[in-house]
């Protein structure tokens, strides 16, 4: 069996090849930056017409919000900006259809198992749309409820959600693969936003890439954070709204062609942000060693001085900026520490975020020995 996605762990709302370089053939009046990692398809297929049917426990104080969020969802503004430019050998990916609710049974511990049965027996039910490329299955896992999942990480600490698939046969006897997404409910994620957030992230990611051979940007830096699929290099670029829902940012292959931020709509305003000169996401280190990379700030118009802040993934790995406070064409420093404690082989994911106004813009990267 395929390994299903990593997962999603909330995150506080805090690239390019080596040589990309910050002055790298592209209009500097145009570009935000000129070579923001690109968007790769292992050629899987994508859901053209997501079929969308949503598990809800009896008695869930969120359920009609959370009923409304799945209604609204896949035919939003939000879903065309985010989706629509990425087609596999089946088509592009284009408004969806709500299917119906299925009521999840009542239980203080599910499994995988318990899903996997749940979405069979459902599709089962002849009054239930016949299974095809286009299903879909939002589970909402109820407050206080613990889950195990197969790749094996505690539930509300290793993950708040994930999405996979299962293959079953339709009525009529073919093989079916049927993606479904699991929302957990945790002490930090037991809010109607944060369920969106975590449902909109898996459901984006389960449209284009929904057996796990589909859409992934392609770099390792961006990817070491929380995984290379399209909501999950985002998570540190804060959210949006579709309507009245909070849901998650997406990349956008589009946009980073362009050399604009990829994780940001077009209707979002002046791109601003920080970044390594070189476009280097990759940063080799052994244990015990130090580097200085050389930074620029850049906006494609004007805003106010933005803040700068560097987070490390582990504190073994220290940053440390010339300044937090910058604005276009300021050049400033990051300096990279490795304890000498550290592993002789070892990766540790860094966020850049440039925040002004309540806007994030983020750049990731890791630090690490694998590289050389």
């Given at each position: 069996m395929d390994c299903p996605d990593a997962g999603l762990a909330m995150v506080p709302d805090t690239g390019p090849t080596p040589d990309a370089g910050m002055d790298a053939g592209t209009d500097a009046g145009t570009a935000l930056f000129p070579r923001y990692p690109r968007v790769r398809s292992h050629g899987g297929l994508v859901q053209t017409q997501v079929h969308l049917r949503v598990a809800i426990a009896a008695g869930d104080p969120l359920a009609g919000a959370l009923e409304t969020f799945s209604r609204d969802i896949v035919t939003s503004a939000w879903w065309a900006q985010v989706t629509a430019e990425y087609c596999g050998p089946n088509g592009c990916i284009g408004p969806g259809a709500f299917d119906g609710t299925v009521t999840l049974p009542p239980a203080t511990s599910y499994s995988e198992d318990d899903?996997?049965?749940?979405?069979?027996?459902?599709?089962?039910?002849?009054?239930?749309?016949?299974?095809?490329?286009?299903?879909?299955?939002?589970?909402?896992?109820?407050?206080?409820?613990?889950?195990?999942?197969?790749?094996?990480?505690?539930?509300c600490s290793g993950y708040h959600a994930y999405h996979y698939f299962l293959t079953l046969q339709s009525r009529a006897g073919a093989p079916v693969r049927v993606p479904y997404s699991v929302m957990l409910r945790c002490s930090d994620s037991s809010t109607l936003r944060t369920q969106t957030f975590l449902a909109s992230h898996e459901l984006v990611e389960a449209a284009t890439d929904p057996f796990m051979d589909g859409f992934v940007v392609d770099d390792s830096g961006w990817a070491a954070t929380h995984g290379a699929e399209l909501a999950d290099v985002c998570l540190y670029s804060g959210t949006t709204t579709a309507g009245p829902h909070e849901v998650e940012r997406v990349y956008s292959d589009r946009r980073a062609a362009r050399g604009l931020d990829p994780c940001r709509l077009d209707s979002d305003g002046v791109d601003f942000t920080t970044v390594p000169v070189s476009g280097r996401t990759l940063i080799v280190l052994r244990p015990g060693e130090a580097t200085t990379i050389p930074l620029r700030s850049r906006s494609l118009g004007a805003v106010p001085d933005w803040t700068l802040q560097a987070l490390s993934l582990d504190a073994r790995v220290q940053l440390s900026l010339s300044s937090t406070t910058t604005n276009d064409g300021q050049d400033l420093t990051l300096t990279v520490s490795a304890a000498a404690a550290l592993p002789a082989t070892f990766q540790v994911p860094f966020i850049l975020s440039s925040k002004s106004g309540g806007v994030t813009h983020a750049w990731q990267g890791a630090v690490g020995s694998l590289y050389e």
């Open positions: 899903v996997r049965a749940l979405i069979a027996a459902d599709l089962a039910n002849p009054a239930v749309r016949e299974p095809d490329a286009q299903s879909n299955y939002l589970l909402f896992i109820p407050a206080g409820a613990t889950f195990t999942q197969p790749f094996g990480a505690p539930s």
